[in-house]
């Protein structure tokens, strides 16, 4: 049964850092693009962020760019995000995802999710 983790969530101060790790389990997805997704009070799940399965490629939601790095460790089979510079609008549920590349995480096709971890950013 595959499963994805989400951990690091928390409360953080507006400036602050987080970083968020995805454990996967049930089977290996270095083939696979994995990704980052939010889910603010209110509004639709959105795209983050997108890495490819050698790690080089990536993508990231413009409002993020340039605070958030997207990274994955093919050998344990997980993905993080490191979150610099956070914003109160960056509050919300974070889940990890994988799909077959990157393009179709970008366009919120996943085959996988996880159950997500909340990130409060306070003013």
């Known amino acids: 049964q595959v499963q994805l983790v989400e951990s690091g969530g928390g409360l953080v101060q507006a400036g602050g850092s987080l970083r968020l790790s995805c454990a996967a389990s049930g089977r290996t997805f270095a083939s696979n693009a994995m990704g980052w997704f939010r889910q603010a009070p209110g509004k639709e799940r959105e795209f983050v962020a997108a890495?490819?399965?050698?790690?080089?490629?990536?993508n990231y939601e413009d409002s993020v760019k340039g605070r958030f790095t997207i990274s994955r460790d093919n050998a344990k089979n997980t993905v993080s995000l490191q979150m610099n510079s956070l914003k109160p609008e960056d509050t919300a549920v974070y889940y990890c995802a994988v799909g077959l590349s990157i393009w179709t995480l970008t366009l919120n096709r996943a085959d996988y999710w996880g159950k997500g971890t909340l990130v409060t950013v306070s003013s």
């Open positions: 890495i490819g399965w050698s790690g080089t490629s990536t």
